[in-house]
DNA sequence: CTGTTAGCGCGTTCAT
DNA sequence: ATGAACGCGCTAACAG
């Protein structure tokens, strides 16, 4: 109905302000404070007015500036999150649940991505803390001496998730690592599996959970466990080359406890084109429990560790703190669970 | 080195205002629009007070409030991106690609996930003009007319990206979903196919590449195409089901095309399960070409997208349209590719 | 090279 | 129920 004329960006120069409470104010016969009351709390402003703003409203097409609320308030309704990588469904599907829950209440959430660096992450702390959030997410409880001081100073609530301990900066949602380790090597003794390896690749916790699993079977078992680790990120790819890669130091039948299903899986298909029975001749653990874990042949026996619970229990201790309440325990351990399938 | 008293949000009633650069001009003995200076351009301040700014940020611990120049300077070096799903690889790694390029220029991006429902996107957008990014990227080129009302009348340089239109709300990068099923008609036939089927799941561009397939294959062989639709997200459980179900529908042999490359695995395992031989019994093609594809078995023929190069292709045309540079061609088609694998 | 002055658009407080 | 005045912390002119 308007814009017949070109209004691209690149047309004018400067970026044009646009339309004001004080626009929408003056159109509407009132002030500028009145518009703002209307917009915060209806019950504040009489009918007639509030039709007249939103007529207004509707005219102008105003948008608020969330912006300018921000800083004259001092709240900005916005939480930043870090997360060592986007596309990595562990920590997507956490963000999920914390967005949603916490879109609920008026909250967005500016994500970045971290990689594994600490020093990375400093950095992207410090660009975040310039947004002037309400809160801040971050993944993991590592953190450089420097994030955490800046972090301290702020004296912004900072929920850690996806690990646990027992002295966060301030709240942290997650679970214990070295248990889920030594709850699969618990698991491979009690099936009897008298020969196990390890196949890891990706962060430092997937390494506490090798580990973990690792001094645990050798203690119990006296058995020494061979172990194939890759720097990389997890794939499939990963998973193959790693069978092949035990198979070659020596490794013939038993266990093998994989920190991620994706290499549980890749391990699988290698295994099948290699005429290998699974669990007969080789057994395998993954993490994660994935959606996929189910529905492949044979299906994973994994470690189920409630991705969304994170992100809604993470959202609920920060709404809960900003509702002024103080939160009880602000450490949350939410567990796991060995899920037992077919290929262990 | 300090905070020993308990800092935690909830000792304060209010949220403590934090240092500014009047703080820090003080301490170092300037004013603070040369703290500002130092800040956003070193050179136009002499060495000497420069040290002494840095010093006094160091000792303060200042962080910039970003929010406070954004209001100042109508600029917020901020971008907010829509994806209808942040846990779907697809999307996720475009936003990577993008981010990494838009960071290096010191842009953060705000983003959101909004379903397929364009209500909700809509909801979304207003949202995200309220923080007046410098610019939004949009996942797909059908947004409600409210939507496109908003967009427009913000004057922000817009992206639309994962599809292609001629007649963009702004600029677009994508590719024509519609060629990609086409492709993959012509190569079933070429590659002597009498009988084919589909799958698919998720949105609507799932649909429009089936659809392309369809009508391209029938047409072209006179033999009818079955087909299996999932409205929910495509998972290696729908492929399993989706060929199932083809088979009951009478389907016995020969290719199916598939939305995505997850349900082409699920094909692949369901057959396998049945004892029907990949790709003499049944024929499949993926979408996506995702990271698994070529590693499980047999690997699987698909439709290759450079979604890296969505996301770094957006991010050039908008630091383009920021660096004042006139965008000669602000539609852009990526194009696609046919990988020629095992299953078919 | 540095300082002064004026906003940016809104929320908050105090009046009325 | 409404308005006037002020300030949030910063950038953008314009001086000097």
Redesign the pocket.
């Known amino acids: 109905m308007d814009q017949t004329k070109d209004t691209r960006p690149e047309a004018s120069e400067?970026r044009q302000?646009?339309?004001?409470?004080?626009?929408?104010?003056r159109m509407a016969?009132?002030?500028?404070?009145?518009?703002?009351?209307?917009?915060?709390d209806p019950?504040?402003?009489?009918a007639?007015?509030?039709r007249k703003i939103q007529d207004a409203i509707a005219a102008t097409g105003?948008?608020?500036?969330?912006?300018?609320?921000?800083?004259?308030?001092?709240?900005s309704k916005l939480i930043t999150a870090l997360v060592p990588s986007i596309t990595n469904i562990v920590y997507s599907s956490m963000i999920r649940s914390f967005s949603l829950r916490m879109r609920e209440e008026g909250y967005q959430i500016l994500l970045s991505e971290t990689g594994f660096d600490p020093e990375d992450e400093e950095v992207a702390i410090a660009a975040h803390l310039s947004r002037r959030p309400d809160a801040l997410l971050l993944t993991g409880i590592h953190h450089s001496a420097q994030a955490r001081r800046m972090l301290l100073a702020s004296g912004l609530p900072v929920v850690e998730v996806w690990d646990y301990t027992d002295s966060p900066i301030d709240m942290c949602v997650g679970f214990r690592h070295a248990e889920t380790g030594y709850a699969a090597a618990d698991y491979a003794i009690e099936r009897g599996y008298t020969k196990a390896a390890t196949i890891a690749a990706g962060d430092e916790r997937a390494l506490r959970r090798k580990d973990a699993f690792k001094s645990r079977y050798e203690q119990k078992t006296g058995s020494s466990v061979l172990e194939m680790n890759f720097e990389s990120n997890a794939t499939l790819a990963r998973g193959r080359e790693g069978l092949a890669a035990l198979l070659d130091k020596g490794f013939d039948t038993g266990l093998i406890f994989c920190s991620s299903d994706i290499l549980a899986h890749g391990v699988i298909i290698e295994a099948t084109a290699r005429g290998m029975r699974i669990p007969e001749d080789v057994a395998v653990i993954g993490f994660g429990d994935q959606e996929f874990a189910a529905d492949v042949e044979p299906s994973i026996t994994t470690i189920k560790v409630d991705r969304e619970a994170f992100g809604s229990a993470a959202a609920d201790v920060l709404l809960a703190r900003f509702h002024g309440e103080t939160v009880e325990e602000p450490e949350i351990d939410l567990g796991f669970e060995i899920i037992r399938r077919k290929s262990a």
Chains 1, 2 share one sequence.
């Open positions: 400067k302000r646009g339309v004001t409470m004080e626009t929408v104010g016969g009132v002030s500028q404070v009145t518009v703002s009351r209307a917009l915060s019950s504040k402003v009489s007639k007015t509030m105003f948008v608020p500036n969330a912006i300018a609320g921000a800083l004259a308030s001092n709240k």
